[in-house]
């Protein structure tokens, strides 16, 4: 009698630790699946620190000042360990509860998710599919630790390590099986998943480690670059330019908020004292620069408001920045455009390729080679170290990041990247505006109602902008100056508005006097048409 209940109570400790490690492996795994997502789509994030910068936000002052006073400069070393302790032990806890109350500890890794979901989000400098990295970190751990747990039961080491033929206990489901037959191959399926969630976890590990290692080195470099000052200044912001509307788009977009959009799954980490820009093709001469060489050149300042073709009507993959680069048109100068030339190819260092009309980027636009951006070096996501900006094209004929030559070309004989995937060749931003408040939806006290957004038609400029309620009269907004023509610019209008539900629209005319088409079309293949539609309720 007595060896029985010893041999029960070391099973039963037996199976708490495997449980334990079970939860460990599962948790472990998703949090090296969250890390790596997050180096690969947006390097500026990792989860596991932008918990800690969630702790960070919430904990009080002279909590701060004492990790300060205590680790001194380690002190976000010791928060990360922190976590990485307090992760370690939920982990266990998870692994445990979920042996024990299947669906507990599923639960209880669906929220820590959850935290790490809310933590990701809320950073500034996150691009929106980081959110990617916490909730695919979430699905793997909940996945593995319920195979686990299965696996586990299915083994049941509290019955197996228990002399055979115990009464009483094989009515119970989980202590069901005769010991010693299928144990051994339930061990193994246990043990096997748990080995396999290690490893993947460790490979997780390693390869984050090195995209980690390319990105910070990139960002050191990133960090040391002294931009030069431009030769010719950016154009003097209009008094009167921001208007004072609650909500409305800054008239500057700041580079946290600057959308992104590309092909690239790990963001290109370029060495400026690599980088090279080659012009190839149809040239007199082939021409090659280093970035030292580029800094050196004569620098041009200008607010320019980038567009993506893909932007829905009323969508947000715009935005306006103050670039700082060298004219493209000097260098394909140098370079010498052969007859019969009509486009430039330009490749990234990922292989991505937009192809630009020759003649945007030599009668007399600014046709940038971008290496700042708002007054610091192009963002790693936004092209670092050089990228293109042409002002009045949409970003996929254009805008190339991670640029590395430009060859001189014909349409007859080359195509950018989306080209061959059903989007036109040519992509002149078209004319549109957008409503940004109120917000769709919301409800609006009854009477005179403020509104505010932006209008934009890049090389062409607005000349005017209008609403209408309830598809009653046009009726002329308040238009703010714009920086220039190649951006976007604020408008305003206060509507009279009676209790009830209504439909408001806006529509711009481009200083051609050309107003943006009424007719809906998806952005496919040259960008979307059709006015922006806000309905919101009065009462
Ligand atoms: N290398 C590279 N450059 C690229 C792209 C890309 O996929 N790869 N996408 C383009 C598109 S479609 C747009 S709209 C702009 C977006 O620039 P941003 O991410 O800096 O806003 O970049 C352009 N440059
Ligand atoms: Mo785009």
Redesign the pocket.
């Known amino acids: 009698m007595i060896p029985a209940p010893r041999l029960s109570e070391r099973a039963a400790a037996a199976r708490t630790r495997w449980s334990a490690a079970a939860g460990v492996v599962a948790v472990g795994s998703g949090v090296a699946l969250g890390e790596l997502l997050a180096a690969l789509l947006s390097p500026g994030v990792s989860p596991v620190t932008a918990l800690g910068g969630a702790v960070i936000d919430v904990v009080p002052p002279a909590v701060k000042d004492l990790a300060v006073a205590w680790f001194g400069t380690a002190d976000k070393a010791v928060l990360i360990a922190s976590i990485g302790l307090v992760t370690l032990v939920l982990a266990a806890v998870a692994g445990i509860l979920e042996d024990r109350r299947p669906g507990a500890g599923l639960v209880l890794a669906g929220l820590a998710g959850a935290a790490g979901l809310a933590a990701v989000v809320t950073r500034a400098q996150a691009a929106q599919l980081a959110a990617l990295a916490p909730v695919g970190a979430a699905m793997l751990a909940i996945g593995l630790l319920r195979v686990l747990s299965r696996r586990l039961a299915l083994w049941n080491p509290v019955d197996a390590a228990r002399p055979s033929g115990t009464p009483g206990d094989s009515k119970t489901p989980r202590d069901s099986r005769t010991p010693g037959e299928a144990a051994p191959l339930a061990r193994r399926g246990f043990l096997q998943a748990l080995g396999l969630g290690a490893a993947g976890a460790a490979v997780a590990g390693a390869v984050t480690a090195v995209v980690r290692r390319a990105g910070s080195l990139a960002d050191t470099a990133r960090s040391a670059l002294a931009l030069p000052a431009p030769k010719t200044t950016a154009q003097a912001i209009p008094a009167g330019a921001a208007l004072d509307v609650a909500g409305i788009s800054p008239l500057v977009t700041p580079n946290p908020d600057?959308?992104?959009?590309?092909?690239?799954l790990i963001v290109?980490t370029l060495s400026p004292e690599d980088w090279t820009l080659k012009v190839t093709g149809l040239v007199e001469r082939e021409v090659e620069l280093n970035f030292a060489e580029l800094l050196a050149k004569p620098m041009t300042a200008r607010h320019v408001t980038?567009?993506?073709?893909?932007n829905e009507v009323g969508g947000d993959?715009i935005?306006n920045a103050l670039w700082l680069g060298w004219p493209v048109r000097e260098l394909l100068a140098m370079a010498g455009p052969r007859d019969g030339a009509d486009m430039v190819l330009s490749v990234?260092?990922?292989g991505?390729t937009?192809g630009t009309p020759l003649e945007a980027l030599t009668d007399g636009r600014d046709a940038l080679l971008a290496v700042g951006m708002n007054g610091e070096p192009l963002p790693l996501?936004?092209?670092f170290p050089v990228?293109?900006i042409v002002p009045g094209l949409?970003?996929?004929v254009?805008?190339?990041?991670?640029?590395t030559e430009l060859k001189v070309t014909r349409f007859a004989d080359d195509a950018g990247?989306?080209t061959p995937r059903g989007w036109s060749a040519l992509g002149p931003i078209k004319t549109q505006s957008r409503i940004d408040v109120p917000r769709p939806g919301a409800t609006v006290t009854p009477g005179r109602v403020q509104f505010g957004g932006v209008a934009w038609a890049q090389h062409r400029g607005i000349a005017k902008v209008e609403l209408r309620v309830d598809r009653g009269p046009w009726q002329q907004a308040d238009l703010a100056p714009g920086i220039s023509k190649d951006t976007w610019v604020q408008w305003r209008s206060g509507l009279d508005l009676g209790p009830g539900q209504h439909e408001i629209q806006v529509r711009a005319t481009d200083s051609g006097g050309t107003p943006q088409p009424e007719q809906r079309t998806p952005p496919a293949p040259d960008g979307a048409t059709g006015y922006h539609t806000v309905t919101v309720t009065a009462g």
Do not use: N
């Not at 959308?259 to 690239?264: K, M, N, P």
């Not at 254009?398 to 640029?403: D, E, N």
């Open positions: 600057f959308y992104r959009i590309d092909t690239a290109p980038i567009a993506c073709v893909s993959l935005g990234s260092s990922d991505w937009a996501e936004h092209g990228r293109m949409y970003g996929y254009s805008a190339t990041k991670w640029l990247y989306w």
